[in-house]
């Protein structure tokens, strides 16, 4: 495994498992599996409903709760009150002592307030760390400026048709890491014969999926890939016997498309923010 050195000293993995979408029912078995790969890096958040069935494979699994490296997210709030009470509610549900790496899931609602909730929760100690979720550099730059603690990580959309270059360039000036969520292309299945990507796996005797999360890892991005089958997991994780040279990752680069990011469309924003408002309105 390969690290990452966050901006308060704290090491994390640079590929973990992510639990989107993964029903709390399955959840619990999927991170026993990825824990007995061999995966220390668990992703999870409040909108995914299943963070008390990441607590219990981790506490059941005998490791060392320093040994495994957990982030959660706090969704979209209203007021600073309410944010409090949602962090404190996610620890309670994860029931691990402290959460490595808390992040703000999106730029949406009262991110001011919701960002000195998570400043306030981070004292107490019961997180180590905080960062931010899906905000493009010019948020990121807003938060940190009216703000006491600087994110040490964005968790932003990346997949070499989406890379992200100016906002991973800024959060390096700033050295904030960059974290990729669906970096192998949420399952395009274009990535997967996209004959540039199949050439260099050919080369080097790895699937595409190998390259990807390669080529991620060697430009300092984390990644999080999400699978439910346990031949995945192993095969995800079996990136570190090889390097891309600097003229393979000049060749991943050229495949960027710079696409819209959706957080930001308005309709998106609208609807999906309605929901959070609803939610806290009860």
Known sequence: MEYATLSNGMKM???????????????????????????????TAQAYGNEAA?????????LAREDVFVTSKLSSIINEGQAVQAIEGSLDKLDIDYV?????????????????????????????A??????????????????????????????????KKTDVAY???????PEAWGPLGQGRADLYTNPVLKGLADQHQKTVAQVVLRWNIQRGVVVIPKTTHRERMAENLAVFDFTLTKEEMA????????????????????????????????
């Open 171 to 177: 959060l390096r000036s700033q050295g904030i890491v």
């Open 130 to 163: 905080i960062g931010v979720s899906n905000f493009n550099a010019g948020a990121v730059a807003d938060l940190t400026v009216f703000n006491r603690v600087t994110p040490v990580l964005d968790q932003i959309e990346i997949d070499p048709f989406n890379q």
């Open 54 to 62: 990441v607590g219990r494979a981790i506490r059941q699994s005998g």
């Open 100 to 128: 490595d790496l808390f992040l703000l899931h999106a730029p949406w609602g009262d991110s001011y307030a919701a960002w000195r909730a998570l400043e306030q929760v981070l004292e107490t100690g019961r997180v180590k």
């Open 251 to 282: 060749a991943i680069s050229q495949l960027d498309e710079a696409p819209a990011d959706f957080i930001y469309d308005p309709d998106y924003i609208q609807q999906t923010v309605a929901g959070f408002v609803k939610n806290w309105s009860k």
């Open 13 to 43: 993995p640079m590929l973990g498992m992510g639990v989107f979408q993964v029903p709390e029912a399955e959840c619990e078995r999927l991170v026993t599996e990825d824990l007995e790969t061999g995966y220390r890096l668990i992703d």
